[in-house]
C-alpha cells in the first residue's frame, strides 16, 4: 500500500474508532448508573424490612431520615428543571437577539427560530412552577 491509501483509511478509521469507543463508554456509564441505583433500592428496602421489626420509637429517627431524603431528592429535581427552563429561555432568547443583531434574518422572518427554544423552556419553568412534585411541609 502507498502512504495516500495509508492516509485515506486513517482518515475513515479514527472517527469510527472514536465513536465506537464513545458510545462504548456511555453504554457502560448507563449500565454502572442502573446499577447503582438498583444496590440503592435493595439497601433501602432491606432498611425498612428491618426497621417493620422493630419498635416505633426507635425507628422514627432514622424515618425521618429516609423522609429527608426523599424530600431533598425532590428538591433536587424540581430545581434542575428550573434551572433547564432557565438555561432553554435563555437560549432562545440569544438566537432571537443575535438573528436581530446580525440583521440578515429581520426580514426573512428565520427569527421565529428562537421562539423554539423560547417555548420549550417556558413549558419547563410552568411544569416545574405548577405541575412538579413539591417536598412535603415539615411540622415545627
Known amino acids: 500500500?502507498?502512504?495516500?491509501?495509508?492516509?485515506?483509511?486513517?482518515?475513515?478509521?479514527?472517527?469510527?474508532?472514536?465513536?465506537?469507543?464513545?458510545?462504548?463508554?456511555?453504554?457502560?456509564?448507563?449500565?454502572?448508573?442502573?446499577?447503582?441505583?438498583?444496590?440503592?433500592?435493595?439497601?433501602?428496602?432491606?432498611?425498612?424490612r428491618k426497621l417493620s421489626d422493630i419498635s416505633s420509637e426507635a425507628a422514627a429517627p432514622v424515618l425521618a431520615i429516609l423522609r429527608d431524603d426523599d424530600a431533598r431528592a425532590i428538591r433536587r429535581r424540581r430545581e434542575g428543571l428550573i434551572l433547564a427552563g432557565m438555561i432553554w429561555l435563555v437560549v432562545g432568547v440569544a438566537v432571537i437577539a443575535a438573528g436581530h443583531i446580525v440583521g440578515t434574518i429581520d426580514h426573512d422572518g428565520t427569527w421565529a427560530l428562537g421562539l423554539v427554544p423560547t417555548f420549550v423552556g417556558c413549558a419547563l419553568?410552568?411544569?416545574?412552577?405548577?405541575?412538579?412534585?413539591?417536598p412535603?411541609?415539615?411540622?415545627?
Open 1 to 48: 500500500m502507498d502512504s495516500s491509501a495509508i492516509e485515506r483509511v486513517m482518515v475513515m478509521l479514527v472517527p469510527v474508532v472514536g465513536t465506537v469507543g464513545l458510545f462504548a463508554f456511555l453504554v457502560v456509564a448507563a449500565w454502572s448508573r442502573a446499577r447503582q441505583r438498583e444496590r440503592e433500592a435493595f439497601h433501602r428496602a432491606e432498611l425498612l
Open 125 to 134: 419553568l410552568a411544569h416545574a412552577a405548577f405541575f412538579a412534585a413539591r
Open 136 to 140: 412535603p411541609k415539615t411540622v415545627g
